[in-house]
């Protein structure tokens, strides 16, 4: 690694620990990050986030982080990504082996795990394999919604919760058999806020759940 990219990297670590304590006096449940990318733009694809070298850098940093912070109360947690590790519950809970630390959890960003067809048509099977695999881990999740459109080669676009294809009834249940994780809202103009909130409560009140 080049001294400029170990500069910037040892800067971004210092960063995180420092976030990561900031949360633990704060007596916050997470704090939530995303792996990085090998790309020039920080969340960006490239070839090499999939490789197995830089598997074994998210687990060598996070591991750094943690052990310098030493969090006793909040958790620190990777993002779910589509072309970032982890971009699957098998490879978060792969991840969450091997970096072996108490204090690392999960963060669930489901729609961002849903980046092919098959996954879209088939979420509600998909995110109950994500909740029976990585639930004892889960600390925090993100409600969002995704749509499929119909023009080649495949489109996947981030939609308002209600507006997609994404079965919030399933989402809903396994959230509520965890212990009290909380379900987050994020990247909506604000005056839909309200909007995905009624909707998500709505459903919500339909399953019996309280929220």
Same mark, same amino acid.
């Given at each position: 690694?080049?001294?400029?990219?170990?500069?910037?990297?040892?800067?971004?670590?210092?960063?995180? *620990?420092?976030?990561?304590?900031?949360? !633990?006096? /704060?007596?916050?449940?997470? $704090?939530?990050?995303?792996?990085?990318?090998? &790309?020039?733009?920080?969340?960006?694809?490239?070839?090499?986030?999939?490789?197995?070298?830089?598997?074994?850098?998210?687990?060598?940093?996070?591991?750094?982080?943690?052990?310098?912070?030493?969090?006793?109360?909040?958790?620190?947690?990777?993002?779910?990504?589509?072309?970032?590790?982890?971009?699957?519950?098998?490879?978060?809970?792969?991840?969450?082996?091997?970096?072996?630390? *108490?204090?690392?959890?999960?963060?669930? !960003?489901? /729609?961002?795990?849903?980046? $092919?067809?098959?996954?879209?048509?088939?979420? &509600?099977?998909?995110l109950q394999e994500c909740f029976r695999l990585l639930g004892p881990h889960i600390k925090?999740?993100?409600?969002?919604?995704?749509?499929?459109?119909?023009?080649?080669?495949?489109?996947?676009?981030?939609?308002?919760?209600?507006l997609g294809g994404l079965d919030y009834k399933t989402l809903l249940r396994c959230v509520?058999?965890?212990?009290?994780?909380?379900l987050m809202l994020e990247h909506l103009p604000d005056e839909d806020y309200p909007r995905?909130?009624?909707?998500?409560?709505?459903?919500?009140?339909?399953?019996?759940?309280?929220?």
């Amino acid at each position: 690694m080049a001294d400029a990219a170990v500069c910037i990297r040892n800067a971004a670590i210092e960063k995180c *620990q420092a976030q990561l304590a900031l949360a !633990d006096e /704060v007596d916050a449940r997470c $704090c939530v990050n995303i792996a990085g990318s090998c &790309s020039e733009k920080w969340d960006g694809p490239h070839p090499d986030n999939f490789s197995s070298d830089t598997f074994d850098l998210i687990v060598e940093t996070v591991r750094t982080i943690i052990d310098a912070a030493k969090p006793t109360r909040s958790f620190y947690v990777l993002e779910t990504m589509p072309w970032i590790f982890p971009d699957s519950p098998e490879s978060y809970l792969k991840l969450v082996k091997a970096i072996n630390r *108490q204090q690392f959890a999960v963060h669930l !960003d489901p /729609v961002n795990l849903i980046n $092919c067809p098959r996954r879209y048509f088939n979420n &509600s099977d998909f995110l109950q394999e994500c909740f029976r695999l990585l639930g004892p881990h889960i600390k925090s999740c993100h409600a969002k919604d995704i749509i499929l459109k119909d023009a080649l080669t495949v489109h996947l676009d981030e939609v308002r919760p209600g507006l997609g294809g994404l079965d919030y009834k399933t989402l809903l249940r396994c959230v509520n058999q965890l212990d009290d994780v909380p379900l987050m809202l994020e990247h909506l103009p604000d005056e839909d806020y309200p909007r995905a909130a009624e909707y998500i409560r709505k459903t919500a009140s339909g399953l019996d759940i309280l929220m």
